[in-house]
């Protein structure tokens, strides 16, 4: 069909009922059909003016669906259902009596920027919004819940939480007991349980909400998906990413500026990225520094025809210098292990990386004494690791962590369970936690982007014919 006749069609298309799927969430009443509803507070606030009908408060049949792009010449719509998740925000009414809530706010896996200002938001939302009076951090992660007191906390207390790295609960990863956690929920008294971490996570929550269910516990527990990789799935991006990202810039610049001021000068900088290579792929993109952007979603190789060492080659006699710019977890397979050595794990259960950067790093050095001897030559090689995610978050990924912390107990205080907060197509919605526990979200080499990238770069495919 050609664009005029598309553009004709669209004009008086009228489309026919969409086959939807509703993700349906989990609800305290599920088990608990007893339980008595309140007024939202938010009713009675002087700041959020509303009425029964100006569309402040969200309803059940309030959603959002994953896909908003279709292919309208003939495709749409599809018998395949499209997915569709409840839209996050107040409700008019809710499951819990402010007054008889006791919440608590726990910090698992590794650092990303914006943590501290989840837990402010978690704090001064559910104390300001909803009038909550006890709030609970729980310390260092998971094993916090049975092994130390909690942190009472109250908006005063977290006022410039935002404006610090890290996460003022401390976090760690291991230590996850799935009965001295409940237990600990249960003899605390704890109703509301505020989870922020990445994919093990999540997979966690997902078996203490099982567990609370088959207790038969008022309890409800939600998920905050955190990873600075942006790995988890379904929700657009996670927090923090994109801080993460202009911190990755200011080594890609260094990296760069080294290079060109040297003869045959090569920047290298490692970037974390266990799974996947967002951090190493949108930094590439944003800087227009860089020459090869090597990630774990593809397998490169340097000697012989369309190898790493033959393209730099082409890049040095053309530029006089290249940068490249590496994800931690790329290229595992291509450096050789000593002897027996073993992958070692995190506490967690999360595969240790051969050093990619350092490798490499050792690889070129003794790449240009074997082919290029007595001629000048330079490596600088940058590993900020940490200094990428140790850092507060951006103004946006800050108003992103208001936006789903507000959020989350937007969506407990309704008596919604086992679920996650995040943005879909800019929105943000309801996940069923178990969904995003397992859901990936790695680089699509096979889409536009990486084509883009491809192109910026015009760095070599690594298919050997
Ligand atoms: N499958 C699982 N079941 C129960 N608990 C888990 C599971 N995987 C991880 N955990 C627990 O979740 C916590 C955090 O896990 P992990 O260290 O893998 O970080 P993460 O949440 O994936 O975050 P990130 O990888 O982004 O740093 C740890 O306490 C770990 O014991
Ligand atoms: O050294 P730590 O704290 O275990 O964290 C390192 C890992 O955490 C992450 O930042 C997030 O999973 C990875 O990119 C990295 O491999
Ligand atoms: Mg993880």
Redesign the pocket.
């Known amino acids: 069909m050609n664009t005029d006749s598309i553009q004709d069609q669209l004009e008086s298309l009228t489309i026919s009922p969409i086959n939807v799927k509703l993700k349906r969430l989990p609800r305290l009443t599920d088990y608990l059909p007893g339980l008595q509803t309140h007024t939202n507070p938010l009713q009675h606030s002087n700041f959020y003016h509303h009425s029964d009908n100006d569309g402040f408060y969200i309803t059940h049949s309030d959603v959002i669906l994953r896909q908003i792009v279709f292919d309208f010449s003939g495709h749409f719509p599809s018998s395949t259902p499209h997915l569709a998740y409840h839209n996050a925000g107040p409700r008019k009414e809710i499951l819990f009596d402010p007054k008889q809530v006791r919440a608590a706010i726990v910090t698992c896996?590794?650092?990303?920027p914006g943590l501290n200002t989840v837990i402010r938001e978690l704090v001064v939302g559910l104390w300001e919004l909803y009038g909550v009076r006890e709030i609970f951090g729980i310390k260092a992660g998971y094993r916090g819940f049975y092994s130390s007191d909690p942190i009472p906390l109250d908006p005063k207390l977290v006022h410039n939480w935002h404006k610090r790295g890290g996460t003022v609960l401390e976090t760690s990863?291991g230590g996850f007991d799935l009965k001295k956690i409940v237990d600990a929920i249960e003899t605390r008294g704890y109703n509301q349980v505020y989870i922020i971490g990445?994919d093990g996570t999540l997979r966690g929550a997902v078996q203490i909400f099982n567990e609370i269910q088959h207790r038969k516990l008022n309890v409800a527990v939600t998920g905050i998906p955190k990873?600075?990789?942006n790995?988890v799935g379904i929700i657009d991006r996670s927090f923090g990413f994109q801080t993460a990202v202009e911190m990755a810039q200011q080594a890609i610049s260094a990296a760069h500026v080294e290079a060109e001021s040297s003869p045959n000068g090569i920047g290298l900088v490692k970037l974390?990225?266990?799974n996947t290579g967002h951090i190493t792929l949108d930094a590439t993109l944003s800087s227009c520094d860089v020459d090869c952007c090597l990630i774990p979603e593809t397998d490169f190789y340097l000697e012989g025809k369309g190898g790493l060492l033959e393209f730099l080659d082409l890049r040095l006699k053309e530029n006089g210098h290249a940068v490249i710019v590496v994800a931690?977890?790329a290229g595992q397979d291509i450096i050789p292990r000593i002897g027996s050595q073993k992958q070692e794990r995190?506490e967690s259960g999360?595969l240790g990386?051969l050093d990619i950067g350092a490798w490499l790093n050792s690889e070129l050095k003794k790449w240009w004494e074997r082919d290029h001897k007595g001629e000048l030559f330079t490596v600088k090689y940058i590993d900020p690791t940490?200094m990428i995610?140790a850092v507060t978050a951006n103004a946006t990924d800050n108003l992103y962590c208001t936006l789903l912390a507000h959020s989350a107990i937007h969506g407990i205080m309704a008596g919604y369970t086992g679920f996650v907060t995040g943005p879909i197509n800019g929105n943000y919605a309801y996940i069923p936690m178990d969904e995003v526990a397992h859901a990936k979200s790695p680089v699509n080499t096979k889409d536009h982007k990486w084509a883009w990238l491809r192109s910026v770069t015009a760095q070599p495919d690594f298919q050997r014919t």
């Open positions: 896996g590794g650092l990303c990863r990445g990873t600075v990789d790995d974390m990225g266990r931690e977890g995190d999360n990386f940490y995610r």
